[in-house]
């Protein structure tokens, strides 16, 4: 045994504090062997979150937060000085003109339904450059019909697949691009697919060749999961709006609920007029007394991505120690904070996703089960015991039950929750006969 596993008098070494929570002496013993190939990676990480903390403390001190800024809001909300200060916040740290961040906004889908729907009219189409979008989107842009979609209102929908290689296919989305598309989506994120995720670098050199293309086309990073896992943000390199939920990085796992668009002003503001009314605009919205989670949320959003990203790392290095196709792989460098494992088999999802909900602080003995959800269109499971329902910041797994059986992890407010969640994962996969240590 390590010197740090001996015993403090009057408390438990390590290996007993993880029997007592159900983890067997195997598997920490296996962790331990993943983690000490994994200093250099994990300093990475840590040389990420130092910067982006400053980042937020210089954007929060150029804006003189100050406490009343916390203060509730009720009623139309008008004048409140700590939902705008917050905006501002939000526009300094991303870099951009301008930024909407509410609890109105009530989900990521709804944040990205709002900035298309408020900058595309009846005739103008829409380009997806990075193959098919996520999911939830079908139903927005109309792929799969659906009441209040794009395609209900005129607008029309392209896409332009990624090579076989997950590279960008610069002559298909040259031939897509016409003189009616109005706004490239551009998803950066592999979201539900085993697509590597886009690099703040690889988006810039496709939104400058769109630009090329097309110079006044709108382009628009779906930026859910890619906050604060590097340095710069796609608003950097020319992305005219970002969006993305309070309920992932942003949000720190403090905030309950919202989402933020960030950007030009003249794009944010028609985003305003979209989500309240023409003529209104972003003068109305009551925080309803909110904004502490907020501000402090994003205080802390740094830190918390740097542990779900070593969760990420260290779940990577564990399954592919097993021989599971892992994406992204352990010591690759990371663009959001999801780690798919192609775990082949619908009892290896189940058992899985049963580890994180059997290591999570609320609703620990509950028992994730295969079900149809909303939006999506094959089977789902999930396993989340949130705070925050829904939350995907926190410790969470899911993936729909299709070839090649991909459970997609992500979030973990600290990294030794983090740590726990995958050791019960492979807790019960060894019980469940589905791998050997
Ligand atoms: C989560 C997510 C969304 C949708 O957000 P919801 O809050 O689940 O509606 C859209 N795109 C990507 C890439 C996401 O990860």
Redesign the pocket.
Known sequence: MNDFNKTIPGGPDRYEAYRRLGISDKVLSFADTVLQGLDKEFARVDAVAEVNQARVIAAMQKNRVNVTHFNPSTGYGNDDEGRETLEQVYADCFHAESALVRPQIT????A?YLALSANLLPGDELLSPVGAP?D??EEVIGIRPSVGSLAEYGVTYRQADLLPDGSFDYDAIRAAINEKTKLITI???K?YATRPSFSVAQLGQLIAFCKQCKPDVICMV?N??GEFTETADPTDVGADMIVG?L??NPGGGLATTG?YICGRKDLIDRCACRLSAPGVGREVGANMGLLQSFYQGFFLAPTVVQSAIKGAIFAAGCYEKLGFRVVPGSREERHDI?QAIELGSREAMIAFCRGIQAAAPVDSYATPVPSPMAGYESEVIMAAGAFNQ?S?IELSADGPIRAPYAVYFQGGLTWYHAKLGVMMSLQKMLEAGLIQL
């Open positions: 989900c990521g889908t709804h990205l996520y939830t989107l998803q950066r994120s979201g779906d859910c999961y939920s309920i992932k989402g999801i829904g995907s």
